[in-house]
């Protein structure tokens, strides 16, 4: 067995953080964690393992140039200044829709992306991305490569964002398949987790020949908490940024 030891500011770190108007990010991605995707027209920055499987997804589709990154990430800076152009252009009701309040935007973690279908003319905060063709494929394929839907239609009121068929969250497999197939939000996804309370109940899935094994820990200010996991298992540590973090244990098959 190996050791690990949280801290209070793992809540606010990896790539299960909730960020709404409810829960504002608390910490923005170093830019040396950061990379470009995209094409010369619309290069836009991920944290490098976003970048890495959004690369992977497209690339395995064929998808060529009909897809295009429009925007990834933001500085809190760059977010106010999209929010009172916003404001300015389309008024209030438009962009408490579409547009995230600054400092509590996805694009801030460097977690998500929007993309379009590749069009003489993009809209910048709606870019077109279809149900159909190879936005669809892209749509239906995202969770293999840890890419959720972010804000579905009919859920507005648990998101508090309009539904927006462009804007996609990696939050790394396999929960991006568990939220996809139980058709949740990342807030639901959240408050689903926490019943898997470490070290007792763990929720045990599996997908093909690999197993997993995840459950909720809570972690408070001030306060470090020591968890013990297995040797053969492969780790992974995420906080939700909001009361503690999610283990996810792999048993990767030979």
Not at 31 to 36: A, I, K, R
Request: proline fraction near 6%; hydrophobic fraction near 35%.
């Amino acid at each position: 067995m190996k050791t690990l030891e949280l801290h209070a500011d793992a809540i606010q770190k990896g790539s299960l953080i909730l960020v709404n108007p409810s829960w504002p990010i608390r910490t923005e991605p170093q830019q040396d964690h950061l990379v470009s995707v995209g094409s010369d027209v619309f290069p836009v920055l991920l944290v490098r393992q976003a970048a890495k499987l959004l690369e992977e997804a497209l690339a395995d589709l064929g998808s060529g140039n009909s897809i295009v990154p429009v925007s990834g990430f933001r500085t809190l800076s760059e977010q106010q200044k999209i929010y009172e152009e916003s404001l300015r252009d389309n008024g209030s009701s438009f962009t408490r829709q579409y547009v995230a309040i600054p400092g509590c935007s996805e694009h801030q973690t460097g977690l998500a992306v929007d993309l379009a279908e590749n069009k003489s003319h993009i809209d910048f905060i709606r870019p077109d991305f279809p149900n159909s063709g190879i936005c669809q494929r892209f749509r239906d394929k995202s969770a293999e490569y840890g890419f959720i839907e972010r804000y579905p239609a009919g859920l507005e009121q648990i998101t508090q964002i309009a539904h927006e068929p462009w804007h996609f969250r990696y939050v790394g497999y396999p929960h991006s398949r568990i939220i996809q197939k139980r058709g949740m939000t990342l807030e639901e996804y959240t408050d689903y987790l926490r019943q898997f309370s470490y070290p007792d109940k763990h929720l045990r899935i599996g997908y093909g020949r690999n197993k997993f094994e995840i459950c909720f820990i809570p972690v408070g200010p001030d306060q470090a908490t020591a968890i013990k996991v297995p040797d053969e298992m492969v780790c992974q540590v995420s906080g939700n940024n909001v009361d503690g973090v999610v283990l996810t244990l792999w048993e990767i098959a030979r």
